[in-house]
Structures are given as C-alpha cells and as structure tokens.
C-alpha cells in the first residue's frame, strides 16, 4: 500500500507543481500576508523592527515663539509616535486659537496644542482633543511628557511636585513655606550637579552607556523609560530567554507563526481538493477500479499534502528570517519538527473537508469558514492576550492556537521542542490530527468504496 | 466460446430501491457484449459491482469459473480493464505520464513497454510527452482507452467510451477495440448509439428498469420483439417502451 501511495503522491506533486498558478498562490499568497502582516506587527508593542507605537497625528500652534516653545516642538517633531502638524500664527492669536479648535471639531486632526505666550516661563500647554481616543490619547500623553521634561529638564520635576502637592489640597498660599525649603534645597541640588559636571562626573555616568544608547541619545535625548525606571522605586531586570533576539518583537514573531498556520490551512485544503477534482473528472473511478487498497488512495493524499506544507512552512519561515531577521537556523530542529507535526494535523483537517465536501464549492465554502473562524479564534491574526477570556478559551479547541503557542513557545520563549510546554502542544496536535485521518478515511470509504463508516 | 465472466443473480440496492434486480449473463473469451438500456436502466451500476466499485446485495461472479468478487479483492480488478465515461486522464501530465501511472498502479511489470504499446494503440506516439489537456476530445478517448488496455486484461468493460468524437478517431477507436478482440480479450460495452453496439458487438443484453429484458444477437433480439429483420433500434424501443425515462439517478 505504501508504495502504491507513494506512486500517486509523486503523480500529484507533480501535478501541483505543474500549475503554476496555483503553486505561485500557495507559496506567494503567504509571503505576501506574512509580509503585510509582520510589517504592521512591527509597529506594535514596542521594541526592535522599526517600530514603536503607531503614530498620532497632533496640530501645534506656537503663540510663544520662545527657545523654550521652538525646543517643544523640535522635541514633539522627534517623537516616533507623534504625527506634528506645526501651524504658523498668522498674527491674531484668537483666529488661531478658533482655527486650531475647528481642525478638532472637524475631525480633521484628534488632536491640537496651544502653546501659549509665556509658555517658555511656565505657562501651561493647552491640549484640544477629541474625546473618546482613550488608546490615542495615551500614547500622546506619552509623548507630551516626554517632551516637558527635555525642554524643561529639571523644571519640570518641581514643577511637578508643586502640582501634586496642590492635588493634594495644599492651599496656594503655603506654597510659599513650601518655597522656602525646596529652594534652597534646589540650589544646593544645582550646585551639587553644576561640580559633578565640572569634575566631569556626569560624563563617566554617560560613558556606562552601549554605544548604541549614546548613538539613541545623541538623537532623541534622555530616554524617558529610562529616567523613569531610575527615579521609581522599582528594579527592572530585562528577562531574555535564551536564543531570542533583543531586535525581534513579540507581535513580529506572531505575525509570522499566525500567517504561516492560517495560509498553510489555505494551501492544504486546495491540495485535498484534488480529491473532489479526481472524483468529478472521473480519475478517482479509475483509481478505485484499480486492484490497489483503497486506502492507498487517501493515504497518497496525505502524504502530498504533507510534503506541500511542511515545504511552504519551511519556504515561509526562511522568507521572514531574511525579512525579519527572525532567528530560524539557530532552532532549526525544533522549527521543522513543529512544522512537520503542525503539516500533519492540517493535512487531517484538509482531508475531512474533501471528504465531508460534495462539490467544489462546498469544499471553498466550508473551508473558508472554518478557516477563518479557528483562526480568528486561535490567534492567528492577534494574539490571544488582546482578547476577552471567553476567546482566549475557546481558542483551545482550534488548530491554529496549538501550533501558533508551539512556535511561539521557540521564537519567544526560546523553548527546543523536547521541552514538555512544546511536547504538549505536539502531543495535542498528533493526536487531533490521527483523529481527523480516521474520520476522514471512514467518511471517504463510505462515500466512495459503499463501505460502511465503521 | 468458454464463459470469461459469468453473472449471475447480481442484485444491488440504494437503499429500498432495487437498481439491479438478480441480472445473469455472460461474456465469453474474444467477445463482445453490448449492455443495452434506456437512462435508469441500472447498466451504470451493474458495472459498477463489476469492477468493484459497489459490493452487490445479491447474486454471484465467477471469471474463468472461479469466484469473482472485485470490490472485495484488490488484486481481481487486475484481470478488467475500465474505460469511464468521463476522460479519466489527468490532463496536468503528458500522455505518456498518464500511462506510466497507470501501468505502475496497475503493477504492469514492463511499465515501459505497456507505455509504448499504450502509445501505438492511441495513436499517440508522436505525441506523448505533451500534456493531455491540449488533446482533442478525439485523442483524449482514444488515450482512455489504452489506458484501460494496460496490462493486457482479458475483459475490458467500456461505458459509452465514444463520447463526442470525430469519426476518424471514433473509427480508430472502433479498430483498436476490434484489435483487442482478436487477441482475444472479452469486451463488456455499453452505449446509447445502436450503430456502434451492432457494428461492435457479437451478442446483445438489454436491461430495463434493473432487470435483463433480452439477450441474443441483433437478429435473435428482434426476432424476440416480433420485428424479424428489423434493424438494433427498432427492437430496442420495442423491447423496452417509447415512454421517456427521465427519472435520472445514478443506476
């Protein structure tokens, strides 16, 4: 029976790699999302791949013209995450107060800021904002404060002081008292920074950096993140697993395992289908005519669908290693283990879709949905953890989720397939994938062969 | 001539309804039998327990006197060559390719040599390493048949194989189909053309609503029907009725 199968995988190999059309949509189709979809991943959750956090578009009115107000914007233009539309005044301050307000009204911009006359000896920052941009606004807040405090440096920090203190009902007018014990304190701060400067200090302290933090900072200035985690009462300590690239984001590696699980479902089913052409073209007849084990006939079906997936995902994951500079030769092993299993149990899926399907269109119908739907499901277009609970459990009885865990477990966490977290998602897959073959033998005998589905 | 095949009693069911009811004949060693039968007829299906595609309810095959029972032995589809309706060839490969697969499949032990007689018989030789779907439906039917000659099997069972085909490729067809005969191979062929079944065939069944109506030569069939002399169709209606038979089905 094996090597009967294995004269009809070579015939249906054959066939697929004769139709070049289809072949260029089944490798170019996944390259074409894995690309779109890792390159819109990049720019989320931080990190490396030339990303950050998606841009927010920010209208900027200048009524200071002040070092301070012409360093704010500077600053705001640096910003990876503010989109700055600086407005020149046109000399009446009140139409360009009315104008800027309209921009926001109109939906043109979400935002707008008013940095007012005086701004450079203190005067607040007038934000106009559409409300409801909760993420938005977040991420402008970011932004904002970031700015301050380099255009206002120390400033800022007793400024911010003094602004919490009054939050927390401290009358104005003992501001005063408080004046009298922070200004000189401040002084002696000043001083105290004015010598370390001198003596050169604040230099070795700069020197502690990589070089490439010094490249970063000669850019953007202090990093914020940085600054904060110094001055809060917090020890951060960066936990990278073995074997994961610092440049590489969480969502970048997701964005590839997703689309390679999704589109290889795709592929996987339109080789399966062969066996509804076979049928309707009038081949499978033959075959059955043919003193062979019937079996044979699903088993050849099987293993071709197998080889195509294991080489597109093989195909896909080389693809987004040059695109993404995602590490795959240093997990090799692991990764072609994952994907051969991963191959193993869509071929199930693939083939009880050609078995259950009476028609062509049944077999685009069903398929489409289901695909669509495990995926969205199991994580393949999101990760699971921007999703509602309900989701995150459902997604176990999906396919996608338990190869899409399985490769993230090595991109992420660094994990080698004999570890037990891999092993479990390889054991559930096998086993639902041994599970679909017999279903879909059973349904295809009887179907085709007038055997009952014992 | 010895009975090559022998049914009979072969009865099959879809479910209640009877499609084949306790139908006996034979076909002999180098002889050809036209299975003849209005849409419905049950001929489809009764091919279908031949070559092994549905397991009979009912009745007995024996194929050289022995016990015949293909759906259940892989190994006796060996002795039938199958010519489908449909072109079932695959058009992605070249003729020579469609044969090669077969004649392995098959467990031809020669595979080469089957794929060049394949060829001759086809007529295909100096095509045969282009792709089937630039053939004609002419040579397409003609590559189905070959395929169905691979391995030499003793009986060949062709349903309605001259579909849509121009007459010189119909008339290569009916010559090759005679050229096998002569080897003596037993032919089972069914077909809604009259000429072809009396141009073709030494003796005739005629099945109608799942039964066998009458089985004889051309002149014994209309002798049967009270038309001496009259011509296949003539007979065949008369046997079997001028009522439309547009149940459809897959019998």
Redesign the interface.
């Known amino acids: 029976m094996i090597r009967t199968a294995l004269l009809m995988v070579g015939k249906d190999l054959r066939l697929f790699v004769r139709d070049k059309v289809a072949l260029m949509l089944a490798v170019l189709l996944p390259l074409v999302l894995v690309t779109v979809f890792g390159t819109i991943m990049s720019g989320m959750g931080g990190g490396g791949g030339g990303g950050g956090m998606p841009a927010v578009d920010l209208a900027l009115l200048d009524l200071d013209d002040s070092a301070t107000s012409r360093a704010m914007v500077a600053a705001l233009a640096d910003m990876d995450g503010i989109d700055l539309d600086v407005r020149a005044p046109t000399g009446d301050a009140d139409a360009d107060r009315a104008a800027l307000r309209e921009l926001v009204h109109d939906g043109d911009v979400p935002f707008a800021a008013v940095l007012p006359p005086g701004f450079g000896e203190g005067a607040e920052l007038r934000l106009l904002r559409d409300p409801g941009r909760d993420l938005s606004q977040q991420l402008l807040m970011i932004g904002l404060v970031r700015a301050l405090f380099e255009v206002r440096g120390e400033d800022m920090a007793w400024e911010l002081q003094n602004r919490a203190l009054a939050e927390a009902g401290i009358p104005e007018e003992w501001m005063a008292r408080v004046e009298a014990f922070t200004i000189p304190f401040r002084a002696a701060m000043e001083s105290l920074f004015d010598d370390a400067d001198a003596a050169g200090l604040l230099a070795d302290a700069d020197a502690d950096g990589s070089a490439a933090d010094d490249d970063e900072d000669a850019d953007t200035g202090p990093d914020f993140q940085d600054i904060m985690m110094a001055v809060l009462p917090v020890e951060a300590e960066d936990v990278l697993p073995e074997g994961r690239q610092s440049n590489i984001t969480y969502m970048v590696s997701h964005a590839v395992s997703g689309m390679t699980v999704m589109m290889l479902m795709f592929s996987l089913v339109g080789f399966a289908r062969s066996l509804l052409e076979e049928r309707d073209d009038g081949t499978l007849r033959r075959l059955l005519c043919a003193p062979i084990d019937v079996r044979a006939i699903l088993l050849s079906k099987a293993l071709g669908s197998w080889v195509v997936g294991l080489g597109l995902t093989l195909i896909l994951f080389v693809y987004a290693s040059m695109l993404f500079d995602l590490d795959v030769a240093s997990r090799w092993d692991t990764l072609l283990v994952i994907s051969a299993v991963t191959a193993a149990s869509t071929t199930g899926f693939a083939l009880l879709i050609a078995a259950v399907a009476t028609s062509d269109k049944q077999a685009d119908g069903l398929s489409t949905i289901l695909i669509l739907v495990m995926s969205a499901l199991g994580g393949a277009w999101m990760p699971l953890l921007f999703m509602p609970e309900v989701v995150q459990t459902a997604a176990r009885f999906t396919l996608p989720f338990w190869s899409i865990d399985a490769y993230q477990s090595t991109f992420w966490n660094g994990l080698h397939w004999t570890d037990p977290a891999v092993l479990r998602n390889l054991g559930v897959l096998l086993a639902v994938a041994a599970a679909l073959f017999v279903v879909a033998s059973r349904l295809f005998r009887r179907r085709y062969t007038g055997a009952p589905a014992r | 001539m010895t009975a090559l095949l022998a049914v009979d009693g072969l009865t099959f069911r879809y479910g209640a309804r009877v499609a084949v009811d306790a139908v006996s004949f034979e076909v002999r060693r180098g002889e050809a039998l036209g299975l003849l039968g209005p849409n419905g007829a049950g001929k489809t299906t009764a091919i279908s327990c031949l ?5 009979p309810a009912a009745g007995a095959l024996s194929f050289d006197g022995a016990s015949f029972t293909p ?1 259940a032995t ?5 002795r ?1 060559g ?1 010519v ?10 070249t003729a020579r ?1 469609n044969l090669l ?2 004649a ?4 031809v032990a020669d595979a080469q040599d089957a794929v060049a007689r394949g060829l001759a018989l086809a007529g295909l030789e100096s095509r045969a390493d282009d ?1 089937v779907k630039t053939f004609s439906g002419g040579m397409k039917r003609r590559l189905n048949l070959a ?1 169905a000659a691979l391995g030499d099997p003793p009986l060949t069972l062709l349903d309605e194989p001259m579909v849509g085909v121009d007459p010189q490729s119909r008339n290569h067809i009916f010559e090759s189909i005679e050229r096998l005969r002569a080897d003596g191979r037993g032919m089972l062929y069914t077909s809604h053309s009259m000429d072809e079944v009396e141009r073709l065939c030494d003796r005739v069944a005629i099945m109608d609503r799942g039964t066998l109506v009458a089985t004889g030569t051309a002149a014994e069939l209309a002798e049967q029907a009270g038309l001496p002399g009259a011509d296949l169709e003539r007979t065949f209606l008369e046997l079997t009725g001028r009522s439309l038979r547009d149940e459809g089905g897959s019998a």
Do not use: K, N, S, T
């Open positions: 070559c092994g595609l549905l397991a759906h892989p190994a006796h589809r060996a039938l199958v489908p309706q449909e072109l079932a060839l695959y058009d992605g490969l390719e697969f077969f392995r499949l098959h467990g792709r395929v």
